[in-house]
């Protein structure tokens, strides 16, 4: 069975820290890792990660991939409070019926002024 | 459309009810996913669908749950004699195909069985 795991589930922090969090996996058939932001509406596209070693960047979010230690890390840096918001990360299977998305309970991070 | 439509946005229903959720996809995406999302959980899968075909329907917990496409486009989950059990957000999503490309939400449906 496909499985996510994140850390920490919450996280505090002050305006102009800098935080990372983290994603492991274990899935059969692995296809690509995404993160998502959600802030009590839709979760909203952030990265898509399929080879390891290269960052994405956008802004002060960045996200990289590890495939060999099954891992992946997304770092905000100089928070600001509207980056308080869950943090999803996700898996997408290869699968012979098209494809899923198999999701990690995500990481609350609040970052106050 | 501009983005993934869901309707109703927040639905209350007394248990024992049926009730059906909307999704109208992004126009020309050919992908569509439901998940469901209790309080203080990632989503979870519930089925796939590829044009009007249901090609995964794994992660519908009951016979209660059934999800249609009819014309590939807009698609409805309807949940039979609901329980309380039933209670969480319910996504939808799509894609342009499959594998590969971006997933896009919708803010979701809000049931709450009471």
């Known amino acids: 069975e496909d499985k996510v795991v994140q850390s920490p589930l919450s996280l505090v922090v002050h305006e102009g820290d800098t935080v990372t969090l983290n994603c492991s996996y274990e899935?059969?058939?692995?296809?690509?890792l995404l993160w998502y932001k959600q802030e009590k509406k839709a979760p909203t596209f952030l990265f898509m990660l399929?080879?390891?070693?290269i960052e994405k960047k956008s802004g002060r979010l960045s996200s990289i991939l590890d495939k060999k230690e099954l891992f992946s890390i997304l770092n905000i840096t100089a928070t600001q409070t509207g980056d308080s918001a869950v943090y999803l990360c996700?898996?997408?299977?290869?699968?012979?019926?098209?494809?899923?998305?198999?999701f990690g309970e995500g990481t609350q991070l609040t970052v106050n002024p | 459309g501009a983005g993934v439509s869901q309707s109703p946005r927040y639905k209350v229903a007394k248990r024992g009810q049926d009730v059906a959720l909307r999704c109208d996809p992004i126009?020309?995406?050919?992908?569509l996913f439901w998940y469901q999302q209790a309080l203080g959980q990632g989503p979870e899968f519930l089925t796939y669908?590829?044009?009007?075909?249901?090609?995964?329907k794994s992660g519908l917990p009951s016979d209660r749950f059934f999800a249609e496409r009819p014309e590939g486009s807009v698609s409805t989950l309807k949940i039979q004699r609901t329980q309380q059990e039933d209670s969480a957000v319910y996504l939808c999503?799509?894609?342009?195909?499959?594998?590969?490309?971006?997933?896009?939400f919708g803010e979701g449906s809000w049931l709450t069985v009471v």
């Open positions: 999503a799509s894609s342009f195909t499959t594998g590969g490309n971006t997933i896009y």
């Open positions: 899935v059969t058939n692995f296809r690509s």
């Open positions: 399929t080879s390891s070693g």
């Open positions: 996700a898996v997408e299977a290869r699968e012979t019926s098209g494809s899923r998305l198999t």
């Open positions: 126009s020309g995406h050919v992908s």
């Open positions: 669908f590829q044009n009007e075909a249901q090609l995964d």
